[in-house]
């Protein structure tokens, strides 16, 4: 069987990005392979010296199951505390490119119960809340799961620093086969943001002022889109309505599928540059353990499709239309 | 060529079985495509050849 590519520039591009997104989810598969089995020429090997005390007291496995849940849970809870992870302010979020937020204030020697007390006679919460401007773009190496990567992170507060602990190469020994083996330990390193653990963003600490400030600009660009939105989605309906009555091809129908087209494709663009524009904005903030959130490109890949299926039926439409003309212009 | 003939459009239309909005846009040189009845009855009509009433303009 010959396989032929169709002249068409536009039809062979969207096969192009098919096969590419297709293609996306098995490069790390790919790359996986690299420095995995037994240790050869050029291999790398690691070894872990756990030279730290845990973040948060380990729970004996001895205790009855319901006491261990439970002090599991409240281990657990004033960890979300002292991350400064128990949302106190809830303000506008822009997709993956900036939000706001602000979270109650927990002193490190405070214990869960009574700063749940605190907390119900908090007179002035302002006073106990810290704000943050949230960048879903962005978040740590680690996830709490992937703890176990030599690459990966782990985010933590104590005595109002913020902290990651992260493994570096302590002693590096080569032998004979050229493979090395990396002695690797743990260290705190002092960060200058905040870490939202549950929702995988980064929290860049803010004063009231400038967070209603962002949350005002948020707010504006937020309805801005909504309306955007809104109007693509009349154009939709409008063709649609103009199909059933029978005004297939016309120039209204064509323009309205290349602006939805054109809006799906830049969408996905926008959103990936706006994030960039905010690690640029907010430079002084991020360090190299801090990542591109890969969600925002798994969430950029569905308004790709649909753009592309409105791209070809763009294509097909304005084809549709040149034949329509032609035909009523004979005589 | 009906100027000749001294017929006016909507005589034309009639007799050849177009519309007149059809016939303008013949007229106007706006059509796109002549279909060969059409021609055909046209000439007839007026009696004349099709290079009669076909004129190549250089854009």
């Known amino acids: 069987m010959k396989i032929k590519f169709n002249t068409n520039i536009v039809v062979n591009v969207v096969i192009g990005v098919v096969v590419v997104l297709y293609m996306i989810p098995f490069v790390p598969l790919m790359m996986r392979g690299v420095n995995r089995g037994i240790p050869g020429k050029g291999d790398i090997t690691n070894g872990i010296t756990y030279n730290l005390k845990p973040i948060d007291p380990v729970v004996s496995i001895d205790l009855p199951y319901y006491k261990y849940i439970s002090v599991r849970d409240s281990i657990k809870n004033l960890r979300n505390f002292k991350n400064q992870n128990e949302t106190n302010v809830s303000g506008f979020e822009l997709g993956y490119v900036a939000g706001t937020t602000g979270s109650y204030i927990l002193c490190d020697t405070c214990t869960v119960n009574g700063y749940m007390f605190a907390k119900a006679h908090i007179d002035d919460r302002k006073e106990h809340t810290q704000y943050f401007i949230q960048l879903p773009g962005w978040k740590l190496k680690a996830t709490a799961n992937d703890f176990y990567n030599d690459d990966s992170v782990k985010f933590f507060r104590e005595n109002n620093q913020s902290y990651i602990r992260k493994k570096v190469i302590y002693k590096s020994t080569k032998n004979k086969k050229d493979s090395v083996y990396n002695q690797l330990h743990y260290v705190d390193v002092p960060v200058p943001f905040g870490y939202n653990q549950r929702l995988q963003c980064l929290l860049v600490p803010v004063s009231e002022s400038t967070r209603n400030v962002i949350n005002i600009i948020l707010g504006v660009c937020i309805f801005m889109f909504v309306f955007y939105m809104l109007y693509l989605l009349a154009a939709f309906l409008k063709f649609i309505a103009d199909l059933s009555k029978g005004l297939s091809f016309t120039d209204k129908n064509v323009n309205r599928l290349r602006l939805i087209a054109v809006s799906l494709l830049i969408y996905p663009c926008i959103l990936f540059l706006l994030t960039l524009l905010m690690r640029l904005?907010?430079?002084?903030?991020?360090?190299?353990?801090?990542?591109?959130?890969?969600?925002?490109?798994?969430?950029?890949?569905?308004?790709?499709?649909?753009?592309?299926?409105f791209l070809l039926l763009y294509r097909a439409f304005n084809q549709g239309k040149l034949l329509k003309d032609e035909q009523d212009l004979t005589v | 060529m009906m100027a000749k003939r001294k017929m006016s459009l909507t005589e034309l239309s009639e007799k050849v079985g177009i519309t007149m909005a059809n016939l303008s846009i013949l007229k106007t040189g706006k059509a796109k495509a002549v279909r060969l009845e059409t021609l055909e009855a046209v000439c007839k009509i007026l009696n004349c050849q099709p290079g009669d009433i076909l004129e190549f303009v250089e854009d």
Not at chain 1, 282 to 307: M, Q
Request: aromatic content about 18%; overall charge positive.
């Open chain 1, 281 to 309: 904005i907010f430079h002084r903030y991020f360090t190299p353990d801090v990542i591109i959130n890969d969600a925002l490109l798994k969430y950029s890949l569905k308004p790709i499709g649909f753009g592309l299926v």
